[in-house]
Nanobody
Framework: QVQLAESGGGLVQPGGSLRLSCAASGSIFSINAMAWYRQAPGKQRELVATIVSGGSSTYADSVKGRFTISRDNAKNTVYLQISSLKPEDTAVYSC???????????????WGQGTQVTVSS
């Protein structure tokens, strides 16, 4: 089994910062792209940032300059440093990873359970 576990969410004031973590565990041969998504109440899920195994990253326009995605391949972990938070950043943040369990397996998508980020004064 493969599991993704997020941590680091919470309540923060506007302008504040948080660091989210997502660790993949279980039977893992290789991880390709890792990403963070978010979903606010009543809205569709939004891709926030993606990082591939080589380290290249992309961001949604709404978070460029405020969010930074990074990963530690040795720990199978992806991070999202979020700063200059705004109330509209309030959402459940979930991580996603493309994982192969063995050399013979195809790439499959795995999701974490999500962590709540609430930006409010």
């Amino acid at each position: 089994q493969v599991q993704l576990a997020e941590s680091g969410g919470g309540l923060v004031q506007p302008g504040g910062s948080l660091r989210l973590s997502c660790a993949a565990s279980g039977s893992i041969f290789s991880i390709n792209a890792m990403a963070w998504y978010r979903q606010a109440p009543g809205k569709q899920r939004e891709l926030v940032a993606t990082i591939v195994s080589g380290g290249s990253s992309t961001y949604a326009d709404s978070v460029k300059g405020r969010f930074t995605i990074s990963r530690d391949n040795a720990k199978n972990t992806v991070y999202l440093q979020i700063s200059s938070l705004k109330p509209e950043d309030t959402a459940v943040y979930s991580c996603n990873a493309q994982i192969r369990k063995t050399w013979f397996d195809s790439w499959r998508q795995y999701w974490g359970q999500g962590t709540q980020v609430t930006v409010s004064s």
